[in-house]
T-cell receptor
Framework: ETGVTQTPRHLVMGMTNKKSLKCEQH?????MYWYKQSAKKPLELMFV???????ENNSVPSRFSPECPNSSHLFLHLHTLQPEDSALYLC??????????????FGEGSWLTVV | AQSVTQLDSQVPVFEEAPVELRCNYS??????LFWYVQYPNQGLQLLLK??????LVKGINGFEAEFNKSQTSFHLRKPSVHISDTAEYFCAVSPFYGGSQGNLIFGKGTKLSVKP
């Protein structure tokens, strides 16, 4: 069981499509994250939100657009993606930022395939 | 900047054997240390973490890790593994305040395969 829920679990999209990944945390946390997990690279932090404000953008291409309407919800809007963007996208949350030593709790991920 | 090295990409062991998964890190500032586990088709779950105090940290499922500051290592151990421990294990570090806010830097992972 997880306090962080991601939908959809699987998504196949064409390079010209627009889609969104959704994340909801039920833990009362203040910080939320998007990570990318691909086969050939370590887990990569993409975005960090703290109290709904973006605190970090780890040089992510603009074809990925995050949105955090409140502390419980986080979206990742996708448009004109490339095949190399195919990966597992993990949402996570923590009570406060990880730099405080807080545990980060992960969702089960959304598997994205770009065709 | 910080980096994490997990020397072994795959570790096969037999059931009930002991296992050690190695993790070394590099950082110019003090860090917190974590081990996460990822079972097939699931997200990551925290096994244990080191913040301060005793260098031997006990986690869930019988795992423990020892922080060695001089060797900048945080190796994960279990004295007797089960088939259910088959998973991928990730070592991660997070810098204290003053470093990259909110960033958890991961190693590439070690796939533990437990055979009967």
């Amino acid at each position: 069981e997880t306090g962080v829920t991601q939908t959809p679990r699987h998504l196949v999209m064409g390079m010209t499509n627009k889609k969104s990944l959704k994340c909801e945390q039920h833990l009362g946390h203040n910080a939320m994250y998007w990570y990318k997990q691909s086969a050939k690279k370590p887990l990569e932090l993409m975005f960090v939100y703290n109290f709904k404000e973006q605190t970090e953008n780890n040089s992510v291409p603009s074809r990925f657009s995050p949105e955090c309407p409140n502390s419980s919800h986080l979206f990742l809007h996708l448009h004109t993606l490339q095949p190399e963007d195919s990966a597992l996208y993990l949402c996570a949350s923590s009570q406060d930022l990880a730099s405080s030593g807080n545990t980060i709790y992960f969702g089960e991920g959304s598997w994205l395939t770009v065709v | 900047a910080q980096s994490v090295t997990q020397l072994d990409s795959q570790v096969p062991v037999f059931e009930e054997a002991p296992v050690e998964l190695r993790c070394n890190y590099s950082s110019s500032v003090s860090v917190y240390l974590f081990w996460y586990v990822q079972y097939p088709n699931q997200g990551l779950q925290l096994l244990l973490k080191y913040l301060s105090g005793s260098t031997l940290v006990k986690g869930i499922n019988g795992f423990e890790a020892e922080f060695n500051k001089s060797q900048t290592s945080f190796h994960l151990r279990k004295p007797s593994v089960h088939i259910s421990d088959t998973a991928e294990y990730f070592c991660a570090v997070s810098p204290f305040y003053g470093g990259s806010q909110g960033n958890l830097i991961f190693g590439k992972g070690t796939k533990l395969s437990v055979k009967p």
